[in-house]
């Protein structure tokens, strides 16, 4: 059977890139409309946001993990006209998403005090992160289920339906919000816990849209559906795919704890507000990236999938070139207005200052994420996610001795911190395309060169 023409890559990646950037600038503001509303509780609600969002983070590290499993795997069997190996995945997902449901509320939450005393956080500050964290955790099921389902969607090119249900989650976190944290008729003030709880709502009517249009999807077919059925094999196939990406993301999680403990330790609470609220205007930053990173794993799947070398390269290369102009538009905007954007969220001197200083530190590694996660993208796109997990590692670890070396040996404190981020983000981006390059290049030189 012939296959469809195909579109130029520039014209796919922007199919897909574009509305994935939308509904990722708008999940992102929907965190900053979290930190803003944290931030009118006080500045330890936000320093407990702080505290919280790196645990946050490993949760959405292994629901974001399969769903970039799903995609990549997706695309490959779309990629060999294979709709068996589609509608398995997806059945499989599906069991995968209720073991981790209902074991994640459970062991979870006990882990979360530990970690937020490794970080040296102050009892109030602490007290508004464990309220946050595990309400939000009752709810994780919901998260992993609308990524597996975005996964299956992204596969077949289409990413618009994640685009509307997060663009109407940021409207909706808007008005509930302030209903949950300051109370509202019978329900009593909720403060953080009323965060995790309007973002929890959310999520759950989420579910309901992207499986209607998952079901209604062009590659759906039910009674395909039901003649799949539950594989040990496909599952793991899944985490080993899913694990790596997870464990990527996970060692990000890691290493704002790291951050977070020198942060405390150099600057203290007014200083580790200013940071994560810098971190989530850097987010802003970063977002149209992010979309060019879910389409080259589906773009790249589907080229491995028809053995097609050429336009896998091209892909590669047009998406990095776009991400390099993209985030050159993010600095020229960032880097002036830093003191004005830091203080939109919270106007106190030393947390405005703090927040202003590590965004224009950290301007000079915004290019490194590019590379870093394009690269990283292609080796998912090749079902070689593994080498991502220890340039994660890389990227999170050794700051240990380095953020010790550059603020305490060196005397440079807090600003220790952010050139050591800036540092070891451009050494992985070294290591990580002194690994990709050949790596590419030897799985694809049986493939045709048209």
């Known amino acids: 059977m012939p296959r469809k023409k195909r579109k130029p890559v520039l014209s796919e990646l922007r199919q897909i890139a574009l509305p994935a950037s939308i509904g990722f600038l708008f999940n992102t ?8 509303y944290a931030g009118r509780i006080g500045t330890d609600a936000v320093a407990g946001m702080a505290l919280a969002f790196p645990v ?19 695309s490959i069997a779309l990629g060999k006209d294979d709709p068996t190996a ?33 970080q040296g956080a102050e009892e109030e500050a602490s007290r508004y992160a ?25 596969a077949q090119g289409n990413a618009k339906p994640f685009r509307n249900f997060l663009i109407v989650a940021s409207i ?13 008729l019978w329900l009593p003030p909720l403060d953080t816990q009323g965060i995790a709880l ?25 009674e395909e559906l039901k003649e799949t059925v539950f594989s040990f094999s496909t599952i793991r196939e899944l985490m080993g795919q899913a694990l790596p990406s997870a464990l990527n993301t996970a060692t990000i999680a890691l290493g704002i704890f790291v951050i977070n403990y020198y942060v405390q330790l150099y600057g203290g609470t007014p200083t580790l507000a200013g940071y994560g609220i810098a971190v989530r205007i850097e987010q802003l930053a970063l977002v ?11 773009l790249v799947g589907r080229s491995f999938g028809r053995e097609d070398r050429s336009r896998l390269y091209d892909v590669w290369k047009k998406a990095t070139l776009s991400g390099l102009m993209i985030m050159a538009v993010g600095v020229l905007i960032i880097v002036p207005l830093a003191p004005f954007l830091v203080a939109l969220f919270d106007a106190s001197e030393n947390v405005v200052a703090a927040g202003s200083r590590y965004l224009r530190i950290e301007a000079f590694a915004f290019f490194s994420y590019i590379f870093l996660n394009i690269n990283v993208s292609v080796l998912q796109g090749i079902k070689r996610p593994g080498f991502s997990f220890f340039i994660g590692a890389f990227r999170q670890f050794v700051p240990i001795w380095l953020f010790y070396f550059l603020g305490t040996t060196l005397n440079l404190g807090v600003d220790g911190v952010w050139w050591g981020i800036v540092i070891i983000n451009w050494v992985a981006v070294i290591i990580l395309m002194g690994y990709t390059i050949p790596l590419v290049r030897k799985v694809t030189q049986s493939f045709n060169k048209a």
């Open 198 to 222: 309007a973002t929890i709502l959310v999520q759950m009517g989420g579910s309901v849209y992207l499986s209607y249009k998952v079901w209604h999807s062009p590659e759906f077919k039910l």
């Open 130 to 154: 464990m309220r946050y964290i595990q309400t939000v955790m009752i709810g994780f099921g919901f998260f992993m289920f609308n990524f597996s389902l975005n996964g299956f969607l992204y």
């Open 172 to 184: 909706l976190n808007v008005i509930l919000n302030p209903i949950f944290i300051y109370g509202f």
């Open 86 to 118: 589609f509608h398995r995945l997806l059945k499989n997902s599906v069991l995968i998403t209720i073991i981790f449901a209902l074991m994640i509320p459970l062991v979870a939450p006990s882990l979360a005090d530990l970690v937020f005393n490794f």
């Open 288 to 298: 149209p990236t992010i979309g060019l990173n879910v389409a080259v794993i589906s």
């Open 29 to 36: 503001l929907f965190n900053v409309v979290d930190s803003f």
């Open 56 to 74: 946050f983070l490993l949760l959405i590290a292994l629901a974001a993990g399969l769903g970039n499993a799903i995609n990549a795997l997706s």
